[in-house]
């Protein structure tokens, strides 16, 4: 979608809220109105924003959990075949498959394994790193590292259209709106 006055892309609009209960009822507000493409964007950790986005359930307990058991079984299926197969010796008569002397690397693996599922899975994800973003932009968007609260709807959503949405973040209590160019 193209902006009007200046025929370059439009990414979307971008509304500044006051304060974290303002941006959180903001956030409801949005997601009951059915947008798709929207984010927002704190300085902090806002408690409950994730609810009342409408986020699902994040993946990455899933990956750990993934990682981890695979770890697990890496680390025991390399241990069965180092003592077990590939070269067996006898020592104080234990069976060549100890498995409780394993134990401690198969834990350590699985913390490993799990540690960095969890971390590649997160970038992945959460689509990182990138390192340009349109909302860089907007001289105003600086500030929501320091001390100010962002909603930004995108343009590709199907119930955007620039001037309704500027209309209706306002009217939810926006203290400024601008229109973001791609």
Excluded at 62 to 80: E, K, N, P, S
Aim: hydrophobic content about 50%.
């Amino acid at each position: 979608m193209a902006n009007k006055e200046t025929d370059a892309e439009l990414f979307g609009v971008l509304a500044e809220f006051g304060s974290p209960a303002e941006i959180y009822h903001a956030c409801e507000k949005v997601r009951d109105a059915g947008y798709d493409n929207w984010d927002a964007h704190t300085p902090f950790p806002v408690h409950g924003l994730d609810d009342a986005m409408g986020l699902p359930r994040s993946k990455v307990p899933f990956i750990a959990l993934v990682g981890g058991l695979t770890g697990v079984g890496a680390a025991m299926l390399l241990q069965w075949w180092t003592s077990a197969v590939d070269y067996k010796l006898v020592i104080a008569g234990k069976p060549f498959f100890s498995w409780p002397a394993f134990v401690p690397v198969c834990f350590e693996v699985m913390i490993l394994f799990s540690a960095l599922g969890a971390v590649l899975g997160m970038l992945h994800i959460n689509g990182l790193p990138q390192l340009y973003h349109s909302l860089f932009r907007s001289e105003r968007f600086e500030r929501v590292t320091d001390d100010a609260f962002f909603i930004s709807i995108e343009a590709i959503d199907p119930k955007f259209d620039a001037d309704q949405t500027a209309e209706f973040l306002k009217g939810i209590g926006a203290i400024h709106v601008e229109l973001v160019e791609d």
